[in-house]
């Protein structure tokens, strides 16, 4: 079945610096890639999306690169700050008929070292 | 936080017994899911609708069940037929059609001792 593998698991990195998120998707119909923070205890929460028209997009301190015929894409976060620390999960949808489902990777655990 | 509910917030229940989360959402939408997270795990789809009287099965349907009588409702079941019940459980909604956003829920953690 669809699977979406996430890397890595943990990820700590110095406050200021870049952080990188990385997964892979299965299913080549996916067509669109939404990536969620989950604070600890809260829900998840939509941080930035791209469909697969799109190889880049940005907004503020957050970037998704989407390479389709790697079927891989990425979570880019600059100049992280200590709000930063949170689970983030990457995910692959595509439209089944009338329904979509979303997979999701395993998650990220993201630490801002001060 | 508005939007998407869901109650209670924790909830104990004895083994063999069953048990109803409830999820309740006021963005009109069409489309709502329920999921279980588990650590390190990310998030499994137990079962969803894209209409009202309509739902399909999930990754994980075993042991669950679920009902859509109204749009904005959509309460699970954990039957005493699910092996491993405690776990966190969120519920979202979406638009219907082409991949949209998916709203969460503040989740129910379940605890079956």
């Known amino acids: 079945g669809e699977n979406v593998e996430q890397h890595p698991s943990t990820l700590s990195v110095q406050e200021g610096d870049s952080a990188v998120i990385k997964c892979t998707y299965s299913?080549?119909?996916?067509?669109?890639f939404p990536w969620y923070k989950q604070e600890l205890g809260k829900r998840p929460q939509l941080i930035i999306d791209?469909?697969?028209?799109?190889g880049e997009k940005k907004d503020q301190r957050i970037a998704v690169t989407l390479n389709k015929t790697a079927k891989h894409f990425s979570l880019h976060i600059t100049e992280t700050q200590p709000e930063d620390s949170a689970v983030y999960f990457c995910?692959?949808?595509?439209?089944?008929?009338?329904?979509?489902?979303?997979?999701f990777g395993s998650g990220t655990r993201l630490s801002i070292r001060p | 936080d508005g939007g998407i509910t869901q109650s209670p917030k924790y909830l104990f229940r004895k083994e063999g017994q069953n048990v109803t989360l409830s999820c309740e959402q006021n963005?009109?939408?069409?489309?709502m899911y329920w999921y279980r997270q588990d650590p390190g795990q990310g998030l499994r789809l137990i079962y969803y609708?894209?209409?009202?009287?309509?739902?399909q099965k999930g990754d994980i349907a075993e042991g669950y069940s679920v009902s859509r009588e109204k749009k904005e409702s959509f309460p699970l079941t954990v039957t005493s037929a699910q092996k491993n019940p405690t776990a966190f459980y969120l519920c979202?909604?979406?638009?219907?059609?082409?991949?949209?956003?998916?709203?969460f829920g503040p989740g129910t953690r379940l605890t079956v001792t």
């Open positions: 299913d080549s119909a996916s067509n669109y």
């Open positions: 609708s894209q209409i009202v009287n309509d739902f």
């Open positions: 979202a909604s979406s638009k219907t059609g082409d991949p949209y956003e998916q709203y």
């Open positions: 791209i469909r697969s028209n799109v």
């Open positions: 995910a692959a949808s595509r439209r089944y008929s009338s329904a979509s489902k979303i997979i």
């Open positions: 963005l009109n939408h069409d489309a």
